[in-house]
């Protein structure tokens, strides 16, 4: 009887002995987890923090008029929207198509791409067809407004590549879309 004391005290001691030279290596990891960032990502934050200092940023680079900021680009040219299950030119559309073609017309060596959005509703090949049918509207009114056809492009992306990612009516009414991309 007394052996198997002995026994379940060697147990317990050997147990509590794993156990604490255990514990402080799970809180060391834990400590570690919660450690500043790795220097590339210290790097990144500094450049963000070095990028958002007014006083570097030149006033003639950037203008509210001329530039917009679209995901990772900055293009001049601006997106036009559309309605639901619609390749149709609404009059807000029509506007900021006349001022993409006076760009388009001050800058006669730029090539323009334009790519045909629309939202997840939809068979991917009706909204492969779709995007084709509001690409080629916006080309043939930047074409009636006297830009040259030679530099202007055509793609449809469908539903493949959405502006916002949601599954409601505010997202798919910012993926039904012409994007125009200034191409080299």
């Known amino acids: 009887m007394k052996r198997v004391w002995i026994f379940m005290i060697a147990i317990l001691a050997a147990f509590s002995l794993v156990m604490a030279c255990t514990t402080p ?7 570690e987890a919660a450690q500043p960032s790795p220097p590339e990502e210290k790097k990144m934050e500094e450049e963000i923090i070095t990028a958002q200092k007014p006083s570097e940023v030149k006033e003639a680079e950037i203008t509210e008029e001329t530039v917009k900021k679209v995901g990772e680009e900055i293009s001049p040219l601006q997106d036009i929207h559309f309605a639901f299950d619609d390749y149709s030119l609404t009059d807000q559309a029509k506007v900021i198509l006349e001022k993409n073609a006076t760009w388009m017309k001050n800058n006669p060596n730029a090539k323009v791409q334009i790519e045909g959005h629309c939202d997840e509703r939809g068979t991917n090949e009706y909204n492969i067809a779709l995007g084709e049918r509001r690409a080629n509207s916006a080309k043939k009114y930047l074409i009636k407004l006297g830009v040259n056809e030679s530099l202007l492009s055509t793609i449809s992306y469908g539903e493949e590549k ?7 009516e505010e997202a798919w009414a910012k993926n039904r879309r012409d994007h125009l991309t200034i191409v080299k």
């Open 162 to 168: 959405p502006l916002d990612p949601g599954h409601n």
């Open 25 to 31: 290596k799970a809180i060391k990891s834990t400590e």
